[in-house]
């Protein structure tokens, strides 16, 4: 079964300062990667994703984040965050022909205005 | 146009009662998945849903149950209640089921055993 690992549950930072994300993962077969967060009050929505081709992808609200196959990595940055960043991060990953999400256990993150 | 809409939101039960929780997929999506959300356990996968048939299962004992009907919308069981499946529990649709679509989640189910 896959794992997917996210380190640094808990992230408090000040606006504008940048945010990176680690997630690695276990699969070592073809993988598609995913993104989500999770505002306050709010459900689960897609941030970004990667299936295949260029390796960084751009998301929604500014994010991106890259796929390191060699090292089983699909990291997520944005440059600049902003109050309305703070919400719960989760990487996922799917492998292929399975669509069952392996998540990781996510991080919390806290923009101080 | 819609999105996967769960009901109920809230629901408070006792140790040994049984619970139905219902997910109407956003339209047109055909494959249904559900999530169990704990603090210590993270998200999990229960199982999914594809033309009425389950196609994938995770980890969870016997007591975790779905089914799915014509129209696509799906139901998830759980008998015995234990204290420890008080959780969030999420449902997602996608329009197939292939793994390199994004799926899309509802708003939850929040289950209380007292």
């Known amino acids: 079964a896959q794992s997917v690992s996210q380190h640094n549950h808990h992230v408090i930072l000040s606006e504008a300062a940048s945010l990176e994300l680690g997630c690695n993962y276990s699969y070592g077969g073809t993988v598609n990667l995913f993104w989500y967060v999770q505002y306050p009050g709010q459900h689960l929505q897609l941030l970004l994703k990667?299936?295949?081709?260029?390796?960084l992808v751009k998301g929604i609200k500014g994010f991106e984040a890259e796929f390191i196959k060699s090292k089983f990595s699909f990291n997520l940055r944005k440059p600049s965050v902003q109050w309305s960043d703070t919400a719960e991060y989760f990487c996922?990953?799917?492998?292929?022909?399975?669509?069952?999400?392996?998540f990781g256990k996510g991080n919390q993150v806290v923009v101080i205005p | 146009k819609a999105g996967v809409t769960q009901t109920p939101r809230y629901l408070i039960k006792t140790r040994g009662q049984q619970v139905t929780l219902s997910c109407s997929p956003i339209s047109g999506h055909r494959s249904v998945s559900w999530y169990q959300q704990t603090p210590g356990q993270g998200l999990q996968f229960l199982f999914e849903y594809f033309s009425e048939t389950q196609r994938n299962k995770g980890n969870f004992p016997g007591r975790f149950s779905g089914r799915q009907f014509s129209n696509s919308r799906s139901e998830m069981n759980v008998s015995t209640l234990e204290l420890g499946d008080s959780a969030l529990y999420l449902c997602?649709?996608?329009?197939?089921?292939?793994?390199?679509?994004?799926?899309?989640f509802g708003d939850g189910t929040r289950l209380s055993i007292l």
């Open positions: 997602a649709s996608s329009l197939d089921g292939t793994s390199n679509q994004p799926q899309h």
């Open positions: 996922a990953v799917t492998s292929y022909g399975n669509n069952r999400l392996a």
């Open positions: 990667y299936f295949s081709g260029d390796p």
